[in-house]
């Protein structure tokens, strides 16, 4: 498995920006595919978005396409989420997830990961 330590959230008021990071260690980064996903109160966690580890490929759900954004720096090991227009819908807390090395499948499922971040929390006030 790699490690995932996710930074970046906080409280911000609606139509703001946040920008989530996630340092991986332990494994090679860039064999890894890699995603987000969010759980609010009484919610199962879901999707957000995903990354390939093969051609960098972006999958997104949603109710986050042409707000948030992810990208990878296999240099620096880490992916990011960049969050604008945030709504208050958006509020959950956020975790990282990585595949194990050259995953091919559904980056949308939660079994497609096999390792995953302690969460950081994201709070959008209206």
């Known amino acids: 498995q790699v490690q995932l330590v996710e930074s970046g959230g906080g409280l911000v008021q609606a139509g703001g920006s946040l920008r989530l990071s996630c340092a991986a260690s332990g494994r090679t980064f860039r064999d890894s595919s890699m995603g987000w996903f969010r759980q609010a109160p009484g919610k199962e966690r879901e999707f957000v978005a995903a990354i390939s580890w093969s051609l960098g490929s972006t999958y997104y759900e949603d109710s986050v396409k042409g707000r948030f954004t992810i990208s990878r720096d296999n240099a620096k090991n880490t992916v990011y989420l960049q969050m604008n227009s945030l709504k208050p819908e958006d509020t959950a807390i956020y975790y990282c997830?990585?595949?194990?090395?050259?995953?091919?499948?559904?980056?949308?499922?939660?079994?497609?990961?096999?390792?995953w971040g302690q969460g950081t929390q994201v709070t959008v006030s209206s």
């Open positions: 997830a990585a595949t194990r090395p050259y995953y091919y499948g559904n980056l949308y499922a939660r079994a497609a990961f096999d390792s």
